[in-house]
């Protein structure tokens, strides 16, 4: 019911902007987070927003490059990435809590999302 789209090839120092899509689900009732996972490699937080948009986390390593946002109104979050690298070559994933108006504690922590979109991959190259 969550679908991420928008991924691609990208060079070093490009742009993508992932969306996060739903369909049969009222998005605007969950905090929606963003992970990322290499193959061999765990899942990793990358961005995480509140139902109301309020409240926004980011991890470590993406923070200043990129933006997460959200339009209830068309049902879809998005992930802005700005500057980047080819450590940030993964498959990013959109995911929702078990819970809807509840933000998770660790925000990062994969396992108390309980709806997860289908991937797209990111590929940055050097």
């Known amino acids: 019911r969550l679908q991420a789209y928008g991924g691609g090839l990208v060079q070093a120092g490009g742009s993508l902007r992932l969306s996060c899509a739903a369909s049969g689900f009222n998005l605007g009732y969950y905090a929606i987070g963003w992970f990322r996972q290499v193959p061999g490699k765990e899942r990793e937080g990358v961005s995480c927003i509140s139902n109301s948009g309020r409240g926004i986390y980011y991890a470590d390593s993406i923070k200043g490059r990129f933006t997460i946002s959200r339009d209830n109104a068309k049902n879809t979050v998005y992930l802005q990435m700005n500057s980047l690298k080819p450590e940030d070559t993964a498959v990013y994933s959109c995911?929702?809590?078990?819970?809807?108006?509840?933000?998770?504690?660790?925000?990062?922590?994969?396992?108390?999302?309980?709806?997860w979109g289908q991937g797209t991959q990111v590929t940055v190259s050097s």
């Open positions: 995911a929702a809590p078990s819970e809807r108006f509840w933000v998770p504690p660790v925000v990062f922590d994969s396992t108390v999302y309980r709806y």
